[in-house]
């Protein structure tokens, strides 16, 4: 097991460079002129070279990407062209809210995605399993900006003209400060992040169960005599639930896109919000920032799936 | 489902490949049927668009700022002359939203064909050379997919600006790798097949055995993978479009509408509802056939939803 959390670890260490590496093309390399996009459509030639200059873009490229390699092992993500505040501090401030988002949210679709799988599976072609798999293909094919769009519209706007105020339509409240009113805020934006993607948890959840539940040891375990729950959450859910685990694995860079559009709609001042009000300002240190840091957090949270799945599936440790 | 047996030797028995079998039983999938109808008719109303803006009597960039808005300068609700009423510059929004169709359906379309090309040729390689070949590109694969697509979707587009051919780009490099992949697995397995073999004691070249001999045994994964890809393509341009990242005004698309409906649906419903609604059943027929699709190539019974 620790060889293959080493082995894991080293994995995510070379794609996080990698994805480093590409960022640096991406904004230094690449033939297109930062430079003149920062300074403006009617910059002079000088102040280009100053932008240039202070970008250090008139260096040599491996010189620049000394540079840049250095100050990112140093956690050094420069400072915001707009409000000059580091880059760091600016993302630190709304680390909170967007953990809040996709945690709350991640938890949320495993719940609702796997229970309903499990439902659809152990019900073959009852009304329950008819209405599961339409509900999750109607969700699946669903833009998750549109969901918020309706769930704004119907459970913010349309409760509000009622009279009902239950769900905030934006800002956010610190859990340290009232955990009521944090889950208050944020209960619209999991529920629109979470329903998307539990769709596509339904559908694999019940698949696999099918497979599971057809197979000799849930057959033994039945004739053992053992109680059908148990058979169902006990022998057949546990191997059931490997594929899911992958997929889990494969959808954070999902969540992540998820959070960017379910921030905007909702008004959350979180790291989406922050990346696309960096990007329509052209504040180019604060987009690095945020791609790196989602970077960094889609390895990590990789490298933890994996040792889940290894702890789950003793198979996969051989490989 | 399946044909009756012959009964009393007056039929004559006919051989039918899978393919047959497989079109047969779509042809029976009443779902499919009406999702196929939905998708050629939005594919007729896209084509024709600039026939229908004639037929309506106006143009998808036609402001009318004094009769397509009330009084107060708001939009108009759904009326004879408006059929999907206006949006905020008087605009009518059923041209606008027919218009948009074309938009949708070229970067589904074009995206997915583009990554279907690049991952059927990656994966190919991949999985028939093996050894470092298949490492590296694994690997290249590997990293593809975890990336933040979105956020590096959103970034690339801050720096060479938004436009289609840009979306189209972005679309089709996050999604080639998981075409790569497939194809990759499908491909190791059918290279010890014995007629792979049997190519090769001819003296069949690899380009040939890949191309020829492995390709043709691709197709039905591949088809029930761009019916996925198609729907999420539309979907990834519409999100980006929404944030105001994709295609830009005034050239209409159901995300950007959406994002400048927002303004205005405390007044306007129908301005929210109407690219909404296109683009849902859109997405939606495009999902309900690939999933029958996917029936009628695999028909094993129980594995009905499974991905």
Known sequence: MAEFVVRRIALGAVVLWVMTAVVFVMFFVAPHN???????????????????????????????????????LHGNLGYSFYNSTSVRSLIWQRVPVSFSLALGAAALWLLIGVSAGVLAATRPRSLADRAVTMGALFFYSMPSFLLGVVVFYLLFYRLHLAGIGWFPGNGYVAFTQSPWRWAQHLVLPWFTLALVTAATYARLTRGSMLDVLGEEYIRTARAKGLTERRVIYRHGLRSALTPVVTQFGIDFGTLLGGVIIVENIFGLPGLGQLAVQSVVQQDLPVVIGTIILAAAFIVVANIVVDACYGILDPRVRVH | MLEPPPGGGSSPVVAKSPWRLAWQRLRSDRVALACAATIVLIVVVALSAPLIADAVGHKPGEADQSGGLTPEGLPLGPSWSHLFGTDYLGRDVFVRVVFAARISLLAGVVASSLAIVAGVVVGLFAGYAGGLVDTVLSRTMDVILSFPFLL?????????????????????????????????????SLKEREYVEAARSLGASDLRIMFVEILPNLV????????????????????????????????????????????????????VLFPATALLITTLAFNLLGDSVRDALDPRGERLFRQ
């Open chain 2, 220 to 271: 039905a994964p591949v088809l029930v993978y761009l019916t996925l890809l198609i729907p999420s393509a539309i979907v990834f341009e519409a999100t980006l479009s929404f944030l105001g990242l994709g295609v830009i005004p005034p050239t209409p698309t159901w995300g950007n509408m959406l994002a400048e409906s927002l303004g205005f649906y405390q007044v306007a419903w129908w301005y």
């Open chain 1, 34 to 72: 930062v430079a003149n996009l920062i300074a403006g459509r009617q910059a002079t030639p000088e102040t280009v070279a100053l932008v240039k200059h202070r970008l250090g873009l008139d260096q040599p490229v491996l010189h620049q990407y000394r540079d840049y390699m250095w100050r990112l």
């Open chain 2, 152 to 188: 590096f979707g959103i970034a690339l587009v801050s720096i060479v600006g938004p436009s289609l051919t840009v979306v189209i780009g972005v679309i089709t490099f996050f999604s080639w790798a998981s075409v790569g992949r497939i194809v990759r697995g499908q491909t190791i």
